[in-house]
């Protein structure tokens, strides 16, 4: 039995290889290799999955991660800096999506709406943790410029690597902290 997240997982996976144009019910039952009446089970038409996938997009890719962070609030900033890095660093997968959806963002109101959550909810969730180092002088700044390196990796032709961006990342924190960092 598909569910409802299955047919989210693979409306990601379509719009990460293909874009938002691929988004329609024939590419996504031909990827399911289901009929369009399990997809009408479970979404009200077109608008009802791209308003579920950029749910979905949001729930996995940044809430998911916070989370994640979070499962150890004792921890302190900074080693929930570190481990917020190393769950985005590692999940190499995800850049054609955030490209993907990015594009998408430009060109639809809805997921214009979505990006702009989206990136707001990282980047408060940065300055939360950067407040949180003693020796960060500009916070905020520095919140805002991490999250920048991450979505300028991702935009350079071909997108920057996780080795190369994590020391661009160890390089940026250790001189805005005076410390070293990301070692």
């Keep these: 039995m598909v569910t409802k997240e299955d047919w989210l997982d693979a409306g990601l996976k379509v719009l990460a290889g293909e874009g938002s144009p691929a ?7 031909t990827e399911l290799g289901l009929s369009k009446g399990s997809y009408y089970h479970h979404f009200k038409g077109t608008g009802g999955f791209r308003t579920a996938l950029l749910e979905h997009f949001e729930s ?9 962070v979070e499962r150890r609030p004792e921890a302190d900033a900074a080693t929930k800096l570190t481990k917020l890095l190393d769950l985005v660093l590692a999940d190499s997968d995800s850049v054609q999506l955030e490209i993907a959806v990015r594009a998408w963002s430009l060109q639809d109101p809805e997921a214009r709406l979505a990006q702009e959550r989206v990136d707001r909810t990282r980047t408060a969730y940065l300055q939360e943790l950067c407040r949180g180092i003693s020796s960060v002088k500009e916070p905020d700044q520095l919140a805002r410029l991490l999250y920048l390196i ?34």
């Design 23 to 29: 988004l329609t019910i024939e590419r996504l039952t």
């Design 60 to 68: 996995q890719f940044t809430t998911r991660l916070i989370d994640t």
């Design 150 to 183: 991450l979505i300028g990796a991702e935009q350079v032709v071909p997108p920057m690597k996780g080795a190369e961006l994590r020391a661009l990342y160890a390089t940026t924190l250790t001189l805005a902290t005076g410390e070293p960092f990301l070692t």
